[in-house]
């Protein structure tokens, strides 16, 4: 039956039906017009006018012929193409392919001989699909022939990927089934060789660190300035990555790429704009971890997303503000700075060879899930999204932080809080201030989610922060408002009757493990992460590491910001940051002893 679907709705569109497998033809020489370009400059476009249907303007360009992907409308001249009913029946079932393959895979009555051995929920571990549902198993499917191939995709897997990439903006667009991580990882692959630069700040998610150890690339970091209330790093400036790469210019090095984080875990974002500017006007590519940025593209107050602001590659974490499954991600690409087909190549060796179709579809079907509030420009060709999916959140969070800006002893962090070399702040991503109230984030965050039910993303030790999106509710928003109300009136009032207390007694001041300049800044590089990582080493009681080669990655958790990088003298400063966040009842993670008694170092010949 999918066959059949298949070979009469695609027939026309550039597929043959070819035994048991669809198969991509090539396309050149055909008469085509395709239905939407790549190259999508929305900022005039993308708000406020009315939607039309899908229409085409633009002819076939070399990003589409390299990227695989074109889109057709019926406008064929020759007549032999698809016609506008069908090409319009074919767009409306067709609206989510890849999880439109995988239902009709999962429907069919077939006899299973194929891993996983669960067989479509048959053999299923009956407490787990009392939990998921049978339903979750008999999706559950491997590399079929009508499911395409994640590694190689020519059929339904880059159809859903091409319809990403119109969507989110991007010449192309790669579906990821190990979160953005792998993205990071592969990204800083195909841009830098062993020994290039990778300029990079100090607060990057663990992923660029182990990027390093992958490539033998070796990090030149810039610190962006942090703010001392709140513990959270202000945005990079232009001017700093503009002077490092320099300094790796002027010292003989070459410059792979520029990788920052925007937006940061707090939502805080850096004016990427400037950082695209200085990165290609020395013809350098600017990777941008956007990894809580996915949901930029769908409303107006949002900020600028990373590939509208000129960014070579996008890596967003879907799952995390969109609403894909936990894991899937999509990376995102324009421009030739950074050699796509290299990237192709990087791409499977960060990810399963049996990546879940879960995951996939998943991505598929959030990606039509925001799309169904879009079109294209019929004068323009230009995909333009309406504010409707995230109207109701971004409301709903401004009701949230007025109402938690009002109660005595909180916080809120907004745009106004942070400096000029910030981009402003995702306005759907709440960091709430607890030190007025004698409360550490790890605490409130306890009291929040043990006496009201209320949880966070991310208790760190002065805050606690909260993702908003399109699925929350007015109720839950109430019930954050009402549970801060209560903690606030239990502590306001302890703190007034102790006079003078007016910050949370607790490590160093102030601890936090997004950019403490004392840590980072007396951290000395002896070694590139991945000669460390590589070194022969040994285990020792943390106190005897201090002034030794770190041989791994020290990073506290939250918010995931290494302290220590392998190849990275140990300090006195860096082991009482990560000491404060544990006993605060944080975590570290990459650590080979992760209650951080002992320390793994890099044995010098001495
Ligand atoms: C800034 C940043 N980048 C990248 C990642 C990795 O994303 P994923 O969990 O999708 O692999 C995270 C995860 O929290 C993150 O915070």
Known sequence: MLLERCSSAISGLGFHVHGDRTTRVSLRGAKIVPLCTRRQKRLSTRRGSALSNWKCSVSTTQEEARSGCSFW??????GSGVRREDAEADESTREAPLLNALRECAE??????????????????PMMAALVGKGAFAADLPELPELDNLHAAEGVILEAQCKAARLFGAEQTWFLVNGSTCGIQAAVMAACAPGDYLILPRNVHMSAVSAMVLTGALPKYVTPVPDPTWGVAHGVRAAQVEAAISEVRRAGGRVGAVLVVSPTYFGVCSHIGDLAHVCHSQDIPLIVDEAHGAHFRFHHQLPETALEQGADIAVQSTHKVLSSLTQSAMLHAQGTRIDRARLAQ??????SSSPSYLLLASLDASRAHMEGNCGVDSETGVIQCSDHNLDAALSLASVVRQSLHELPGLAVLDSASMSQD?????????????WKLGLTGFEADDILRLEHGVVAELPSLRSVTFAMSAGSSRRDAMRLIDSFAALSARYASEVESCSSVSLPSFGPEPVTTETEPPVWENQVMALSPRDAFYSKSEKVMVQDAVGRVSAELL??????????????IITQEAVDCISAVLAQGGVVSGASDDSFQFAKVVITNS
């Not at 910030?422 to 607890?434: F, M, N, Q």
């Not at 990073?555 to 990275?568: A, H, R, W």
């Open 73 to 78: 409308s019926s406008e064929d001249a020759s």
């Open 108 to 125: 069919m009555d077939a006899a299973a001989f194929h891993f996983p051995g669960h067989r479509r929920g048959a053999g299923a571990p």
């Open 346 to 351: 990087c791409l499977p060796m960060v990810q």
């Open 422 to 434: 910030s981009a402003g702040i995702d306005p759907l991503r709440i960091t709430v201030g607890l």
């Open 555 to 568: 990073c506290p958790y939250p918010p995931g910001i290494p302290v220590v990088t392998p190849g990275e």
